[in-house]
């Protein structure tokens, strides 16, 4: 079993920025393709960001594409959601996946391709 958990959400202001992290208790983490995913009150899970295991496919929703960076730590077992620039839109909670080892391409944006998600962070952007 998997246990993956976020943090570094909060409330920020238009134009702020966030780094949220989430740390996986997996000893083969580097072999996990790792996504973020993001759910707003009223609103279906969304796909933000995803990162194959072995760094050939990264994938961002065209709504952060160029303020939103994905990046990992193999050896700290821990992926990263660096977020600038945010909007109030970007206000959700904010959650982070895990796939065990799957062929590059689309197919890790969508959220039926992963295995384990943490509890959520929560990320406030206010006006």
């Known amino acids: 079993q998997v246990q993956l958990v976020e943090s570094g959400g909060g409330l920020v202001h238009t134009g702020g920025s966030l780094r949220l992290s989430c740390a996986a208790s997996a000893r083969t983490f580097s072999t996990y393709t790792m996504g973020w995913f993001r759910q707003a009150p009223g609103k279906e899970r969304e796909f933000v960001a995803a990162m194959h295991w072995s760094g050939g496919s990264i994938y961002y929703a065209d709504s952060v594409k160029g303020r939103f960076t994905i990046s990992r730590d193999n050896a700290k077992n821990t992926v990263y959601l660096q977020m600038n620039s945010l909007k109030p839109e970007d206000t959700a909670v904010y959650y982070c996946?895990?796939?065990?080892?799957?062929?590059?391409?689309?197919?890790?944006?969508?959220?039926?391709?992963?295995?384990?998600w943490g509890q959520g962070t929560q990320v406030t952007v206010s006006s």
């Open positions: 996946a895990a796939a065990r080892t799957v062929t590059q391409g689309l197919g890790i944006t969508r959220l039926g391709e992963y295995d384990y």
